[in-house]
């Protein structure tokens, strides 16, 4: 049982790692700028977002805390896998605030008139789940079990 529970962390790991790096890289929102007669369309990556620097070094954290549950020791795959789950609900906390409260504003003139959202926040969303229940999986399935000894006497 515990090989399965490896190979099914070791799954959701290889998955959420491919949906949270492509949630770098892929635009999370696109805005309408008017200015004067001319309108453009701007699609924004996680790091043009206010406070997105943030997303990055929890999901960064994330993928640490999974390396330590694949390959740690006793007591790192112990704390990866209970920090792992809790990190991944702080990290969709954050991503489920940085796009429902990004308002438009970007430093370059002219207003922003329509805000929509694009598929990187979704791609966040999807990662942080897979990457939170791979650091448990991984862990509970590599732990070694404990070694009782009898007392002689």
């Known amino acids: ?9 070791g799954w959701m790991a290889a998955a959420g790692l491919v949906t949270g790096t492509a949630s770098i890289f892929v635009p999370w929102m696109q805005q309408l ?11 924004l990556t996680i790091l ?15 993928f640490a805390l999974l390396g330590a549950a694949a390959m740690g020791s006793n007591q790192g795959r112990k ?3 209970l920090a792992g789950p809790v990190v991944s609900l702080v990290t969709a906390f954050v991503v489920v605030g940085l796009i429902t409260m990004f308002d438009g504003k970007t430093g370059g003139p002219g207003r922003v008139v329509d805000v929509a959202t694009q598929p990187g926040g979704w791609l966040a969303l999807v990662s942080m789940p897979l990457l939170g229940f791979a650091c448990g999986l991984i862990a509970i399935g590599r732990a070694r079990p404990a ?4 007392a002689t006497g």
């Open 33 to 43: 700028v008017v200015a004067g007669r001319a309108r453009r369309v701007e699609s």
């Open 147 to 150: 070694v009782v000894t009898a």
């Open 1 to 9: 049982m515990p090989r399965k529970l490896v190979h099914i962390g």
């Open 79 to 81: 704390l990866a896998g």
């Open 48 to 62: 043009a977002l206010p406070k997105g620097f943030w997303y990055v070094m929890l999901l960064l954290t994330l």
